[in-house]
């Protein structure tokens, strides 16, 4: 594959995945378009790379699909002096995007080798990657403005409702019935709520499962 194939399946994904989609703010249709997806997927796979589905990148984890993305960071509403987190920032496609969107990223993983691979794919000045485990997001750096939850969870940890800042949003795909619901939510007052946008296939990320019902 050369360059040039890249570029033009990255505006067959603008036009195709997301302005069909309601992925309507410029600035993530654009960094969408500038970002090279390609880079963040392993080489073997890089030819579906822009495929509206999810791509295996071992280990159990996938990246989410373009629509997924675009969608999350749409309705989250980005703004240039936010300072962010991204829950499961796997190689680093959805840091890289959101790092032309706002002031500073903290891009979360718990995945040694996925934290290899995104620092391998040369992560923008503004992006801070870390190490740990998801559920409990990365305390040092809150509160933030917005935390991206970049994948399906079956519930969303106290933790990260805790690290928003008065006023923060957060974005995730949740799990309610098998479905996978693109949410979004805000924090005010210190209260904290999600209202599900859209139904997607997003990427499973692991430590957010219920906990088990014991039946007697």
Same mark, same amino acid.
């Given at each position: 594959?050369?360059?040039? !194939?890249?570029?033009?399946?990255?505006?067959?994904? &603008?036009?195709?995945?997301? /302005?069909?989609?309601?992925? !309507?703010?410029?600035?993530?249709?654009?960094?969408?378009?500038?970002?090279?997806?390609?880079?963040?997927?392993? =080489? !073997?796979? $890089?030819?579906?790379?822009?495929?509206?589905?999810?791509?295996?990148?071992?280990?159990?984890?996938?990246?989410?699909?373009?629509?997924?993305?675009?969608? +999350?960071?749409?309705?989250?509403?980005? *703004?240039?002096?936010? /300072?962010?987190?991204?829950?499961?920032?796997?190689?680093?496609?959805?840091?890289? +995007? +959101?790092?032309? +969107?706002?002031?500073?990223?903290? =891009?979360? @993983?718990?995945?040694?080798?996925? &934290?290899?691979?995104? *620092?391998?794919?040369?992560?923008?000045? !503004?992006? @801070?990657?870390?190490?740990?485990?998801?559920?409990?997001?990365?305390?040092?750096?809150?509160?933030?403005?917005?935390?991206? &939850?970049?994948?399906?969870?079956?519930?969303?940890?106290?933790?990260?409702?805790?690290?928003?800042? @008065?006023?923060?949003?957060? =974005?995730?795909?949740?799990? @309610?019935?098998?479905?996978?619901?693109?949410?979004?939510?805000?924090?005010?007052?210190? $209260?904290?709520?999600?209202?599900?946008?859209?139904?997607?296939?997003? $990427?499973?990320?692991?430590?957010?499962?219920?906990?088990?019902?014991?039946?007697?």
């Amino acid at each position: 594959m050369t360059e040039q !194939n890249f570029e033009s399946m990255r505006e067959a994904m &603008v036009s195709n995945q997301l /302005r069909t989609t309601a992925v !309507n703010d410029v600035r993530v249709v654009d960094a969408m378009r500038a970002v090279p997806r390609e880079a963040f997927v392993p =080489a !073997n796979r $890089a030819e579906v790379a822009y495929v509206d589905t999810l791509v295996p990148l071992g280990g159990g984890r996938s990246l989410n699909s373009p629509m997924a993305t675009g969608r +999350l960071l749409t309705e989250a509403q980005p *703004r240039a002096t936010d /300072r962010a987190l991204i829950v499961g920032s796997a190689t680093g496609y959805a840091a890289a +995007l +959101l790092s032309g +969107l706002v002031a500073h990223v903290v =891009a979360l @993983e718990e995945d040694v080798a996925l &934290v290899t691979a995104a *620092r391998s794919a040369g992560l923008p000045a !503004n992006v @801070e990657l870390v190490q740990g485990p998801l559920a409990a997001g990365w305390a040092q750096g809150a509160p933030y403005d917005l935390i991206l &939850v970049d994948g399906a969870i079956e519930t969303l940890p106290q933790a990260l409702v805790d690290q928003l800042g @008065e006023e923060g949003r957060l =974005a995730a795909a949740v799990v @309610e019935r098998g479905v996978s619901r693109l949410s979004v939510g805000r924090k005010v007052g210190g $209260a904290f709520g999600l209202v599900a946008f859209a139904d997607a296939e997003a $990427a499973p990320l692991p430590g957010f499962a219920k906990p088990a019902v014991f039946k007697f």
